[in-house]
């Protein structure tokens, strides 16, 4: 391999980007958890306060950097690979559901806050109901990254 990324190894670029993946991943199904016993129990109670600190340090420490290595890792699997898998049709589709789960841990940032301060717009239900959303993303992912249909 030649050029700017010569120096990196395709094969650890795409471990990382495993890696980083399955704890994002854990991440994403934790947190709407959280906020679904925040949500069912007692407004102001010792499980609520507890949930609000679970899905901050969740946040914080797991969730939030996953997702960057993740983008960092999968980026650079691209560029190891001269950026040849990015005109195959199963790439973009692909991509545009990581876009879309990108977004939906913003929305789950989001929703953290408002909770934090009290706001339960949502129920217990649509919380369990928001945690298998993720799981249903990836199981699209895994198909069109290793089966590569199109």
Known sequence: MTGLFAWLDPNWMRALHIVSVLAWMAGLLMLPRFYAYQTGSKAGGELEHKMIEAASKLNAIILTPAMLLTWTFGLLVLAT?????LSMPWMHAKLALVIGLSGLHGYFVAEGRRL??????????FWRMMNEVPFLIAIAVVILAVVEPF
Not at 81 to 85: D, M, R
Request: net charge positive; hydrophobic share 20%; charged share 45%.
């Open 81 to 85: 690979s001269n950026w040849v898998q």
């Open 116 to 125: 934090a301060k009290g706001e339960r717009r949502r129920t217990e239900k």
